[in-house]
């Protein structure tokens, strides 16, 4: 076989991208794209910008011992008399602030959606990076997947967070990843207690001498972010509980192995847990959730979601849960017009511009939005996630200012002086520059609102 030399870059890289999937097709792997995740767009607003540190990654495995095993349960027998457990495994991904000048490999091999093809991500976070030397523990910031998805898929905002000043552990759910899927019941039952394991887990290597973890991470001060079902389970450790609806219905998993987060009956929110930020959780449109079991939900809450989220719901699913959770200071920041994936996942990478027939459908519309360009989306989230994390786990009453927002972005009104100081009529949106405030809303409500 015969090619064509081609000389711009642009037509090179389609022709490698052809390749890739023309050796796909036959088992053989290539990877042709860079894939950054790094991206800043001209228009990203202020607080998107990477911090002072240097970023380190390293990748840990832990075990859950004796959780039940939902995938070895017969639904076509009666319950037994004991459930048929296991040690469950999960793969976390540690970014963290790194020495300054680390130099290695900043490469990230990941699976994508059709849980077959690894590819290359590069990011600024370079693997097994020695740690900065620091005088008080930085906080802790947990991230959570969707359904089907992988410890990567928000990788985009974890190393952006660690340069910050925070250690990020992203979680790897057992039988939601794209190389594990499995049954939705193992999700719904495990996606919270595998966020609060992985939370004592860290708190545990925080404390021991072994790991590089020591003295490193404050497990006391963490954040769960989670996206769609991680969403669901961060919504729950939220201290929402579950209805007895979810509990019960023939839908729901089997023998009442969902009581253990059911309304009345769950434990009370984990005191680790300083504050939640929820990108498109998912349940309520599927009465997971109510008004009344979301009442008892009590740690602080950013939300983020689509208009159009035709996954979780946007009036009757993630707005319903903003303004369900009463008794917890709680925002929310919509992209108009956009569907489930608004601000979460990362840019799609190349090797994902293909259609799939075994999952019938082109394998990046799991990442790409119809409205939204996703680094936009993506700058616009590090922005004001990294103004809620600095508000509830550092205490710095300077971000106020990025969150007492005019509602609707396209209200607020630009009028600088010549000084470039803010006239009083001056309301657009703080860290945003002159016409970029636009699409979005940020609601936000108290407790007994």
Known sequence: MKFKLITRSTNFKALLVGLSAVLYCSNISLVSAANPIDTQRPDAPKLAAYGEFDIGVRT?????????????????QAQPAELPKYDRPLTIEVWYPAQKGS???????????????????????????KPASTPSAY?????????????????????????????VVSIDHTDSTYRTQAAFASTLVNRPVDQLFVLSQVDEMSQDKGSFLYGLVDA?????????????????????????????????????????????LKPKADPRLKTI????????????????????????????????????GYENGVRAIWQGMSNTDRSLLTFDHANHNAGAVMPAPEESYRFDERLGFNVSEHYIDAVWDNVRM???AQHFVSAWLAKYLKDDDNMQAYLELVPNSNDGIWAMDKQAQPKAEHSYWEGFTEHTAKGLRFESLKAAE
């Open 60 to 76: 840990l495995k832990v075990v859950n011992p004796g959780q039940v095993d939902m995938l070895s349960i017969d639904t076509t």
């Open 103 to 129: 130099k290695g490999d900043n490469i990230l091999n990941a699976f994508i959606r059709d849980g077959k093809t690894q590819v290359e991500l590069s990011g600024k976070a370079i693997r097994d990076a």
């Open 139 to 167: 906080p802790l910031v947990l991230i959570s997947h969707g359904y089907p998805g992988n410890r990567y898929l928000l990788s985009h905002l974890a190393e952006n967070i660690a340069s910050k000043g925070y250690v």
């Open 220 to 264: 006391n001060n963490t954040a769960l972010i989670g996206y769609s079902m991680g969403g669901y389970g961060a919504v729950v450790n939220a201290g929402a509980g579950v209805t007895e609806i979810a509990v019960n219905s023939p839908q729901s998993p089997p023998f009442g192995t969902l009581k253990r987060h059911q309304a009345g």
């Open 277 to 312: 930020i929820a990108f498109a959780p998912w349940g309520m449109n599927y009465y997971m959730f109510s008004n009344d079991t979301l009442k008892t939900a009590i740690v602080p809450m950013l939300l983020v979601a689509g208009s159009q989220d035709s996954v979780s």
């Open 378 to 380: 993506n700058n616009i």
